[in-house]
């Protein structure tokens, strides 16, 4: 089991920037692909970014593009997902995610792909 734990949300202005964390503990040797997801009221929840295995490949929604990295310290066993230039629909709850990456340069956007989530941080973005 891998557990999966949020931290750095909160509430900003439009444009500016926060560095959300999800730092895993239990079974975490091996190779993991590692996600971002959000959920905003109402809504479904949609993909955000992800970072392959291997670190080698990441890739974001159009949405984000441009504004949002998706990085990772190996060592501390944590995922980052810093996100510039907010916007108000950048509002949700976002969510960590993790799930064994077989083949180490894989990425995996659909959310049921994976099988450990994070309890998720609040992001509000006002204008």
């Known amino acids: 089991q891998v557990q999966l734990v949020e931290s750095g949300g909160g509430l900003v202005q439009a444009g500016d920037s926060l560095r959300l964390s999800c730092v895993a503990s239990g079974r975490t040797s091996g190779s993991y692909t590692m996600g971002w997801f959000r959920q905003a009221p109402g809504k479904e929840r949609e993909f955000v970014a992800a970072?392959?295995?291997?670190?080698?490949?990441?890739y974001y929604a159009d949405l984000v593009k441009g504004r949002f990295t998706i990085s990772r310290d190996g060592a501390a066993n944590t995922v980052y997902l810093q996100m510039n230039r907010l916007e108000p629909e950048d509002t949700a709850v976002y969510y960590c995610a993790a799930r064994i990456a077989r083949i180490s340069g894989r990425i995996y956007l659909q959310h049921y792909e994976y099988d450990y989530w994070g309890q998720g941080a609040q992001v509000t973005v006002s204008s």
């Open positions: 970072i392959s295995g291997n670190d080698v490949n990441s």
